[in-house]
């Protein structure tokens, strides 16, 4: 057996594990150092609970965390404060739709190298599952839909609206402080002309859980060539990076090009006081980033 894992396989969720270092980074400014002191056990736990590591898988999966935890630090942290910098800079002014698209572009690329460099660790610990454990991201996957259902498919439209729409204004208020009220109804008219489709949402989900689980009974069964199963993974890997294709293409491209047309309204109707917290909170996460990558 190849001793290069670096997390599990993927689907649109799924694939999370590759990214919970950014996830684990942006979750508080607070909690970024806290983060990476105790991120390669938080990880494991995280694997662990989707596919149950086997004892024998346990000491070379903690390794390649290990592993991706110093490579982020060492060479991705340093390319982070540059574009927190930046965008700090364009907080001082009015944002529009193009400016909002690059900046989106730009961490879709960030997101690629995560996918490219975990490529082959993936490969390898896709080429060693056993068939419990895909059974086990199986139930995992049915007990995260679960909780989507209950979170997203309850109630009337109405009520699936505004528990979204608060969702968006957690994170607004996160970055930028209180809104008044003139504020909050300014975004809501912004917010409800963003065409949200829970069930297609869910409906897309499933599909994506299904590509991977395919992908994975694939690899399982056939054990082909590493290079062969990171071909496998990279293309369900990068697909969550773009809009769906297929029938449901439109509605996804309208829904994330209506998901940016309010991301640029929250900013623009900010106030000064309001954009100066925003740029204080990430200066935090330019100190915490810049000590973290020395």
Known sequence: MQQNFIMRPMRFRAIKLIFLVMVLLLSACSMIRFAYSNGETLSYWWI??????ESDQKPWVKARIKHLFEWHRNTQLGD?????????????QPMDKPTMLGDIAELKKRSAILIDHALPDLADLALELRPQQIAA????YAAHNRDFRKNYLQGDLAQRQQ?????VMDQAEYWLGDFNDEQESMLRKAFDLVPIDHDRIYAQR???QHDVLIVLKKIAQERPRREVAMALLREPALAMLEPPTGESAAYFTAYYDGMANLAVTVINSATPVQRAHASLKLQEFINDFSRLSR
């Open 137 to 140: 991201l199986e139930k995992s």
């Open 48 to 53: 662990n609970g989707y596919i149950e590591v």
């Open 206 to 208: 499933l599909r994506r």
């Open 163 to 167: 528990y979204r729409f608060r969702k």
């Open 80 to 92: 982070y404060v540059q574009l927190l910098k930046l965008g700090q800079r364009q907080l001082q």
